[in-house]
């Protein structure tokens, strides 16, 4: 059987703590829900891997103020803070992985979990990554992943920062970005980009054969074009999928 799920989404710990009147709220960190929840989806839809972190601390650990660290008391085991934010899609297929679980800071979703053991396993190739916050656990989870050799969306829209100092978010971005991560945006539609082969191979053919055509089309026009070109492309690989299973 052929493996083509070679892309996985990490949405970075988006629970109540880190969103406003969390013990660790990030500020505007609940608008992560919504363009998360739509990438959720439609990797869901098309069978593609998606993997929630949450940090998962024990009452008492090195990672708090109290017990000589850097952070208020936040997602504490089994307590509402640390449960994941009401609003953010939930589905049987979302794989969750817990760190965080002793004194470390584990920002990483990689740091002391199986998280890298299961991408390899799944044949993933590229993760999208998003959440909370931009300069420490979605930054940390980025730097890792390319670590591990993996290519690396990072959904500038889809996260925002703690910011102890200002600019820190900005900053993030850019270490992620020189680290050789793509700073995207979570409206790119897993869809409209070149790795759905069926699709790119029909747009280079419109390019080709309706160019001048296509020079007189509205902005609203085209997208209609590539969405009935979509639906076409859709229907073609469930066509091919009928005919090798019978
Ligand atoms: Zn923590």
Redesign the pocket.
Known sequence: MVNDKKRALIVVDVQNDFCPGGTLAVEHGNEVVEPLNKLMEEFLRRGEPVFKSR?W?PPQTK?FSEYGGT?PI??VQNTSGAEFHPGLLDDKHIRIVSK?LGDE?SYSAFDGTDLALQLQRLGVEEVWVGGLATDYCVKNTVLDALKHGLRVKALKDAMRPVELQAGDGERAIDEMRRAGAEIATASQQPEFTASDQVVAAYLKGIDRTLLRDNLRLTVTERFERLMSLQRFADDLRAAGKHSTHS
């Open positions: 940090d601390h990672h952070w936040h997602c965080g800071d």
